[in-house]
């Protein structure tokens, strides 16, 4: 085809048949040369006068055949042209997606009342709730077991006794905690004690303050609800510190607790 640099095999037919016809060609056709056989007495012995009529028999069909080889041709060359721009237009062989309803598609997947919510507006509100208000939850729990409990706090949280600490959770910079859960099972109030008090302890303007005291007077199974009427507690640092009344240093207690972290 065009372009391809060789010629195609409607050309090279065209060019045989000039060939065929030989240089000099005027009205010989095929039709003339057998009129012109079958003249000839005797299968071809003929006169020089039986020639002239041979030859003015030929001549008399130069038009028909020369105008059929031009006909043939012309028509070779145009249906090549057509061909050719057929093939130059590929644009007519494409699908036809003008009556897809693309636009009132990309309307619905916006959806009704949309203005700026773009892809990277979501990405960017994810990306928000990811990095400052979603907590890794703690795994495993934290367990505990009190058995020399005593009746005074040398210091504060969270510098407390260890012997007096029920939940120790130490603030971080960046960092926010939840107390998820505590369960905790008072064994012994120690020799002559009547109750133990937990007391609540978090950062109130930046100081680490008691918030809440309770006092229990049971043995048994407690949790964050009984003890201070919350389901949760969320602070920057949580600490849950326990003492006993009696003088013997011998209370317990033991329990678990979980909480998570956001950073």
């Not at 006092?215 to 201070?228: H, P, Y």
Request: proline share 3%; aromatic share 6%.
């Amino acid at each position: 085809m065009a372009g391809n640099g060789r010629k195609s095999w409607l050309t090279l037919v065209k060019e045989h048949l000039v060939d065929i016809k030989g240089a000099g060609w005027t009205t010989e056709t095929l039709k003339a040369i057998k009129d012109a056989i079958d003249a000839i007495p005797g299968g071809g012995d003929a006169t020089e006068a039986k020639q002239d009529a041979i030859q003015a028999a030929l001549g008399t069909h130069d038009t028909d055949i020369k105008a059929l080889l031009n006909t043939i041709a012309g028509f070779l060359d145009t249906e090549i042209a057509a061909i050719m721009a057929d093939l130059d237009n590929p644009d007519q062989y494409k699908a036809d997606v003008a009556a897809l309803a693309l636009e009132a598609t990309l309307s619905d997947i916006k959806g009704a009342g949309w203005t700026t919510e773009t892809l990277k507006a979501i990405k960017d509100a994810i990306d928000i709730i990811s990095g400052v208000n979603s907590y890794q939850e703690q795994i495993p729990a934290s367990n505990f077991s009190l058995d020399a409990i005593d009746n005074t706090l040398t210091a504060d949280p969270p510098d407390a006794d260890a012997e007096n600490s029920v939940v120790d959770i130490d603030q971080e910079a960046g960092s926010t905690f939840v107390l998820r859960s505590l369960w905790v099972n008072i064994t012994s109030f120690g020799t002559a004690g009547t109750k133990l008090t937990f007391k609540l302890w978090m950062p109130l303007n930046a100081v680490v303050t008691m918030v809440d005291s309770v006092a229990v007077a049971s043995l048994g199974i407690q949790n964050l609800m009984d003890l201070f009427g919350l389901p949760e507690v969320q602070a920057d640092g949580i600490w849950i510190t326990v003492e006993t009344d009696s003088e013997s240093a011998d209370a317990a207690c033991e329990g678990t607790y979980k909480y998570a972290k956001a950073s």
